[in-house]
Structures are given as C-alpha cells and as structure tokens.
C-alpha cells in the first residue's frame, strides 16, 4: 500500500493556460474523489468516480473543469483557461467501499499568476 | 457550501494539556470521520466513526459519534509538539458517497 500519489506537488501557470494534474488511487480502491480547498477552509468536493465512471460532479465544477479516469485507475484533473480564482490547493483521495473511509493524497499546489 | 460548523476555530494550548474540539450540523450523518492536515499536505485520517453513539480511541485521540447523528466530538490527552497542526472534521450524509468537511481547528501548543 503505497498510499495516493499526486502529480505535481505544485505548479504556477499564467491565466488563461491549461493545467493538468494526475492522481494514482490506492491500487485496489476503485473510488476515487477530487477535492478543492482554499486557504483557511476545509476541503470542497468537486467529483467523484466508481471505477472509470464519472457518479457525481459538484456545482464547483464548472465547465473548465474536466475529470476522466479512462481505465479505472488514475485519474486526471484538467483546468482550461485558468483564473486566478482557481488558485488552491486540488486533492485527490480514494476508498475501497462506498461509506468507508477516504484517504487522501498530498495534493497539487496551484498558483495561478 | 459547508454544512458543518466546527468549534472552536483556533486553540492555543500548553503541552501537557488536554484538547477538546467539536463538530454540528442541522442535518443527520451517517459516518465521521476526524482528519489532520498539516501545512502543504493532504488530510491524513485519524479516526473513523460508523454508529450513533461510538467511542473510538486512537491512541491519545478518542472521538465520539453523537447519540443524535448530528454531531461529534475529538480529544487529545497530553498534547505534544506534534499534534500541532490543523484538525478536519468529516460527514457522510445517507446515500451520499462524498464527504462533507467542517472549516478546521487549528491547534497551537506553546512549549
């Protein structure tokens, strides 16, 4: 069990560019969740996978916003035509069940200048 | 938005001392779950509650499950330089698969 891993730990893009993040599960969770949190707050759910299908997308995710997770394992995260206001830090976490517990990775650092 | 309100907001303690911090809501969870996150890394889980009423102890960490679904709470006993950081509490609503965060504790423990 080597825990959620999280691609890249930080990145700093000019608005207006495309990012993209990945996230590798624990391998034998097959649920898998994005979150956003921004200073001070607690993490934001923002989406939600049960193998490679897409279950529940928050209203946070706004058309910029794109998830996949094409085999059932990793998952990216891509931003389109950043805004400052997107600026957070994006953590991933996955679990084994539905209602079991969620562990989360390191998370991504985004600035966007 | 949140739907979890958590208390107190900030804590500034001694080491030695006991810490206790709190977790409501208007509506009824089905699961807690208390986290820890230290400053440019993800929540790590401390300990996970699945029934109204449950006392789970992790080491110098016990939390407790209200009796109404409504709420949780979080000890520490004798608190350490380590455990300085900033403490999430977490719901699972009924038949929701995402978790709902409160705005953290941030705990301070002067030496």
């Known amino acids: 069990d080597t825990g959620v891993s999280q691609d890249p730990r930080h990145k700093i893009t000019k608005r207006g560019q495309n990012v993209t993040f990945r996230c590798d599960p624990i391998?034998?969770?097959?649920?898998l969740y994005w979150y956003r949190q921004t200073l001070g707050q607690g993490p934001e759910f923002l989406t939600y996978f049960q193998n490679e299908a897409q279950l529940e997308k928050s209203r946070l995710l706004s058309d910029r916003f794109s998830a996949e997770r094409p085999k059932g394992s990793f998952s990216t995260l891509e931003i389109q035509r950043t805004e400052q206001g997107d600026s957070a830090m994006y953590l991933c976490?996955?679990?084994?069940?539905?209602?079991?517990?969620?562990?989360f990775g390191s998370g991504t650092q985004l600035s966007v200048l | 938005g949140q739907q979890l309100n958590q208390s107190p907001q900030s804590m500034f303690i001694q080491e030695g001392e006991d810490v206790s911090m709190n977790c409501t809501s208007s509506s009824i969870f089905n699961t807690w779950l208390w986290y820890k996150q230290d400053p440019g890394e993800g929540p790590v889980l401390l300990i996970a509650l699945y029934k109204a009423g449950e006392l789970t102890s992790n080491g110098r960490l016990t939390a407790q499950f209200g009796i109404t679904r409504k709420d949780s709470f979080l000890n520490i006993s004798a608190s350490i330089p380590s455990d300085v950081g900033i403490y999430f509490c977490a719901g699972q609503l009924g038949g929701a698969q995402k978790l709902v965060f409160g705005q953290g504790t941030r705990l301070t423990i002067n030496p």
């Open positions: 391998s034998e969770h097959n649920r």
């Open positions: 976490a996955s679990s084994l069940l539905a209602g079991e517990k969620l562990f």
